[in-house]
């Protein structure tokens, strides 16, 4: 890469080394320098956890805001200045479980954002509680009898939810992941991204090694656009897991109707004062 | 001659009571009347008890009274509820054949064929046009009047309806014109023309809309639906994007998201989802992200009474939000004063980027009241946003500084950057562990309170300098109090208001002004602790009389607040 890193922050992140999360920051960080983006043109948006200290970590616009509630705010955002390029980045924890129910409604808005959970199927901020994707099993202190409730599946949800880009990465394979996240940025609408993220320090059963051996990238024999298939490829797990994009399905963006790319963006429109002055008239 | 008359239109859910009850009061307003409506309701869609009182005067009103001199009932339960609570001499009109009267005392018993006419007219629905008839002659309006706003407001409808409702009021017209030609009306003429009409919630609608809200995000709660419905009607025409969120805690974090993009936000909300807005309204306080928040006030706990009024969230929004930070909470008390708050709040939020409240209820959203005019210009939109030039380099978004507010930028300008967040965090947005870092930060947002004190002129007050008896009003108890005011004043009483609008920070020194050679204070709220009165000891440590409260879920009235007042002083 010959581009100058212009996102590339000199703060030092507070992740254990060895984390999966700094893996996914440089994907991030050679993904937005792809995308010719200049860093007062991108927000990162994040709530809380490990994960979530990511826009701490690069250098561009952030909202680090609440446990759970970074789609919300990031939508906010977006729909204020449509002109930003909007990236989530947070937790499993974060994303499915607190934000469970925004994470569904921001994909049936389909607001143009990038979602890049940090899957490392543990609360690793909190120090070691199962989050809603750990396996069936996993003993923890809050799960002293192993986790015994299912595992949320956040494809299968949203592809059923019919959301415009579902993809799954390994935070190991970097240049795979940039590719993952630059084709997101791409692609207007509701873009996913789990990446399956090492947690050295609390997962010691979801680790390097176990990933390494599981995963295997998609080849050109699935078909993003067939959904059954998607449907397929989202619940392989265990043995073999897929990485790659698992579906696609363009539909219009939430701010479509609303905006055209090149129109002023929402916060700089003026107050409409003759209106005002209309709608006052109008009571009379 | 000065004449104030009651009107009541009582009937059930799906009898079309709203339309009638507008189609008259628009008439009215068109005439030139003063008119103050109150609206009574129950949370169900069919069926039920539901009434409208429309007070009219040749002097400018602020509140209900309990007793109505014309009912109009338009079923059998409407006589049975409010037959007692005429006043003496009354008239009911209502359908010969559907409803009974016992008649009792001086009442005027209007029983008229109204089901006859309308099937006459060509349908049994067009029953309102007949009522609308017999009162316009009853109140002695023109006819063209209202023949006028039912063309206009049946345009859309089949022309056959259109020419059968007008049909159908003018035979009603008729009747009561043949019928009951020399009964008396108390009700004069007046000289002007054409007032406005606004409800609260178009009036705080119409306020957030010219200070500039750009952005709202909602879930619906009655009595706050209506202020994020009218505003979304409107978002198209004035370049405003509306969306209504899975719940309020998207709504919080939505309106948060859009406004640190530099979108002026607000969110309008009840009591339950308020307490779901907590946490996000704390991330305002620490991330200094400017949120106005709309909070219409019903009775609670839980989901207590829907339809009704209270004060009772109070408490919730002076300490909502964990942790401490600064905040405003206005409580306007009129249609206008809520127009004027409400453009205020949202120059305020952006200005020392905190969190507003304006703490209305359902008895302000619900009122429909007539103004002279709104001027959308006395207070005027302005923005805090810092552009490009004004900002030093490097940017700090928290920069420290002596009025505790610092250089609001907003994402995408121009080669500058920044992060807000939730943590204790430098003034660059980092997160900080340091004890100085949050000592400082936390003295800074603190600072802010300085000039927030200075914004907003303190209580109103209204009646003789030296009243023996000073009665407090705060939010949309001030026209129940101001009118119990020239009431007890004509009867020689020694007795004057204030009025708290604007409650935090608080206007202590100028309470203290007011309030300390108070022989009696009497505090007048929708709770039942008393929740003002106690803020109002607390802040200025002048005790205070036995409060006047209300908690039931009606508004108050003279007569309710004097019997009160009465009770209290034997
Ligand atoms: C409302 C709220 N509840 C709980 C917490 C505590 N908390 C912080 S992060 C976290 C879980 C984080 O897990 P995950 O999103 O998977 O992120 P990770 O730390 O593993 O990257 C929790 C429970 C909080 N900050 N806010
Ligand atoms: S606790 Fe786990 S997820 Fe958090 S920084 Fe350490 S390794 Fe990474």
Redesign the pocket.
Known sequence: MTQENLFHSSGKPA??PG???FGILSSIEDALVNSGKKPHEVLIVSGIG?AAKLPHYINTNGFAGLHGRALPAAFGAKAANHHLQVLVTSGDGDIYGEGGNHFIHAIRRNIDITLIVHN?QIY??TKRQASPTSDLGMVTKTQPNGVSTIPFNPLAIAITLDAVFVARSFSQEKAFTTQLIEEGIRTPGFSLIDILQP????NTINTYKWYSERVYKLDSSHDPADKLQAYEKSSEWGDKIPIGILYKSARKTFLDDQFKPKDLPLFKRKTRMKEIISLINELY | MSFDLTIMIAGEAGQGLNTLSSILLKMLAQSGYHLFASQDYMSRIRGGHNFTKIRVSNKPLYSSVSASHLLVALNQESVDLHLNHLSSPSIIVHDLDTVQVNKTGEICDIAAPIRKIAVDSGNALYGNSVVLGILTALLKLELTGLTDILKASFVKKAAKDRKGNIKAATEGFRYLSDNFQNLNIPLGRVKEKNRMLISGTESIALGMMAGGLRFISAYPMSPSTGIFTYITSKAGRLGIVSEQAEDEIAACNMAMGASAAGARSAVTTSGGGLSLMCEGISLSGMAEIPLVIINMQRPGPATGFPTRTAQEDLDLVLHIGHGEFPRFIFAPGTAEEAFYTSIKAMNLAEKYQVPVFILGDQHLADSYVTLDRLNANKVKYKSYLAENGALKKPYLRYKITRSGVSPLAHYGQDKIHFIVDSHIHTEDGHISEEMNVAKKMVEKRFRKLNGMKKEFSGPQYYGPKNAKTLFVSWGSTYGAVRETIDCLLAEKKSVAMVHYNKIWPFPVEESIEILKSRKDICVVENNYQGQFERLLQRETNIKTGKPVLRYDGRPFDVQFIIDMFEKRQK
């Open positions: 992740w254990c984390c999966g999360d490990q490392n690793g901020l947690c050295v320090s609390f």
